[in-house]
């Protein structure tokens, strides 16, 4: 069982979505499992018609709240689980949603001012937990160990259910021997693991084993990537040589260019190693730049983007590495449990500056004195009386005398105070 979280700002329109066709038409018969409105007839306002009513009884402490309110104030979490295990039934999945909005603190038991929330389901083996960040009481909810708090309920749920990993069915000698419909890609991947994915029957497994490739097989299916450790060059040799030898097998085989030695006049990736950290370095340099608050959310951005940014990257890449380490030594559940959990954390630490944008627009530049102040005295005897000026004990030594000493002298806006020694 898995979760994953988000945060909207335009509940009205969630909703409009969720009980909607959907992207690929595949939301079915959406309803409402579970939910607590706080005396707001919810159960009434889930026809289509009503969603704009349904959305305005969710906002209702965001609208109380004004001004002081997030810009993103709705809580999202969709759950999913195992798609070889018998579904939940409504009574079950709604279980699950009360569960984890008490576990993350959204409407912990007994709490009458805790927020407002519903679940709601559209599709087989998922359900989807909609909540105010904003409570009755008008306080806003921490969401800083959502994520982590999710996972944990959600492995605790799914070790309560039985959901534990089933073998998949035997391949029958018909589908050991028959070309595959779908074809076969072979791609490189965000993270820059090269995956192969279609070979669904042993013969094309084969190959692509015998090529150098890796098995995995979980509730996504069979498919198959080169190990982490592959050098680029390597990958893009391996690669092109499974796919010769799938299409002298009569499968029907989409590589990647970037992959395919035939079509590359350049390497694929020319940088050395440790580019990733190469690339956080220039970010670091791109925010201490920074001469204005926008400038700096411009930087920060290529950090928080909630696609593309450096903290989902390496969220991503903790996870596959979790991932990784059950797939090649089942023993070591204990050290893959430690990258999820580090995973998480990162998506904490993303949750709790998702709203940062505006405030980074509001950050200020150097002031005006210290942007005119001079970096460097002409005089070295004028600078050295300066920094005995603000000095107590050289103050002390010229006085002859115990008398206290002067005060420093109070570090200016914007500028951090001295750090004593």
């Known amino acids: 069982m898995i979760a994953h979280l988000q945060r909207a700002s335009d509940t009205a329109g969630l909703l409009t979505y969720l009980y909607g066709p959907g992207e690929r038409g595949n939301h079915v018969n959406p309803r409402l499992v579970a939910g607590d409105g706080h005396g707001a007839p919810i159960e009434l306002l889930t026809e289509p018609g009503s969603l704009s009513y349904l959305a305005q009884a969710i906002d209702a402490p965001v609208e109380r709240l004004g001004a002081r309110a997030p810009a993103r104030p709705t809580w ?3 759950v999913r689980s195992d798609p070889r295990l018998p579904d939940l039934t409504d009574a079950q999945w709604a279980d699950v949603a009360r569960r984890l909005v008490s576990a993350t603190g959204i409407a912990p038991d007994g709490d009458l001012d805790a927020c407002r929330w519903i679940a709601l389901r559209n599709q087989a083996q998922q359900v989807y937990v909609v909540a105010s960040l904003v409570r009755e009481d008008g306080g806003l909810h921490n969401g800083y160990r959502d994520a982590f708090r999710l996972q944990t309920e959600c492995r605790r749920i799914a070790a309560e259910l039985g959901h534990l990993a089933t073998d998949s069915p035997p391949t029958s000698r018909a589908q050991e021997t028959s070309v595959p419909a779908p074809p076969i890609t072979i791609s490189s991947e965000f993270s820059g693991s090269v995956v192969a994915k279609g070979a669904n029957d042993d013969l094309s497994a084969m190959i692509l084993k015998h090529a150098g490739f890796q098995q995995i097989q979980d509730w996504h299916g069979r498919r198959h990537r080169l190990p982490t450790t592959t050098p680029v060059a390597d990958q893009v040799a391996i690669a092109s040589h499974a796919a010769e030898m799938l299409r002298a097998a009569r499968y029907d085989v989409a590589l990647a260019p970037s992959l395919d030695v035939a079509r590359m006049s350049t390497p694929a990736n020319p940088l050395e190693s440790y580019a990733a950290g190469a690339a956080l370095l220039q970010i670091t340099h791109e925010i201490r730049s920074a001469a204005n608050g926008e400038g700096l959310r411009r930087a920060v951005d290529q ?45 904490s630490a993303q949750s709790e500056l998702v709203d940062s944008e505006d405030e980074l627009r509001r950050v200020s530049g150097p002031s005006q004195s210290e942007a005119k102040a001079p970096t460097h005295s002409s005089n070295p005897s004028a600078s050295r009386s300066a920094a005995l000026a603000v000095s107590p004990i050289a103050a002390k030594a010229s006085t002859g005398t115990n008398a206290p000493p002067a005060p420093s002298p109070v570090p200016s806006a914007g500028r951090p105070a001295p750090r004593s020694r």
């Open 76 to 78: 999202v979490c969709s």
């Open 303 to 347: 950090l928080l983007h909630p696609e593309h940014g450096a903290l989902e990257r390496v969220r991503e890449a903790l996870e596959v590495a979790g991932e990784h380490i059950n797939d090649l030594d089942d023993e070591a559940y204990r050290l893959a449990d430690r990258f999820g959990f580090a995973a998480d954390f990162v998506s």
